[in-house]
């Protein structure tokens, strides 16, 4: 399905006091049609990812993974299987130079429309009373999805859609990202161009 936003570059300058929120499924790693990445031979960095997590430790001041993990409700992993693929995924981020401060995830599914889960704002409210110095007007959103950028947009973020989901709508003017990049490493090469 084509998509109804074209891509766009960003034309905003930022500072060190700014925050980057980063979904995970589709912008960090391989999103697994139609089920969950429930191992660590599941998890596939999507290409140019930890050279972007590298560039962007040196332009924010937190970095932050927000995920829905619905596959925990479900009963396909469980919160120790999802921190084991965290532990080596962070580990390898590290490795390459990258930094996250901080995941959050959700673990339960939409149906009863929980706090933490994207697009409502739990996760990132969480962020702020961990990391009191966010300043949501000067953050950044990057997502693969309709929830992820409303959660941006509903928290007055800077919103980047990245890849081209095929079920992204852009139904709702909330779910309408202000930038729309091929891949994270995009909006790292945007940054070194500041």
Known sequence: MQSKIPFSWPNFKISSDWTLFLDRDGVINERLPDDYIKTWEEFIFLSGVLEALSIFSLFFQRIFIVTNQAGIEKGVISHEGLHEI???????????????????????????????????????????????????????????????????????????????????????????????LDSLFDLATYLKSL
């Open 86 to 180: 965290h532990d080596k995924m962070m580990e390898i981020i590290m490795y390459h130079g990258g930094r996250i401060d901080e995941i959050y995830y959700c673990p339960f599914k939409a149906d009863l429309d929980p706090l933490c889960r994207k697009p409502n704002p739990g996760m990132a409210l969480q962020a702020k009373k961990d990391y009191p110095e966010i300043n949501f007007s000067k953050a950044i959103m990057v997502g693969d999805s309709d929830s992820d950028i409303a959660f941006g947009n509903n928290l007055g973020m800077k919103t980047i859609l990245v890849g081209a989901k095929a079920d992204n709508t852009f139904a709702n003017p909330n779910t309408i990202p202000d930038f729309r």
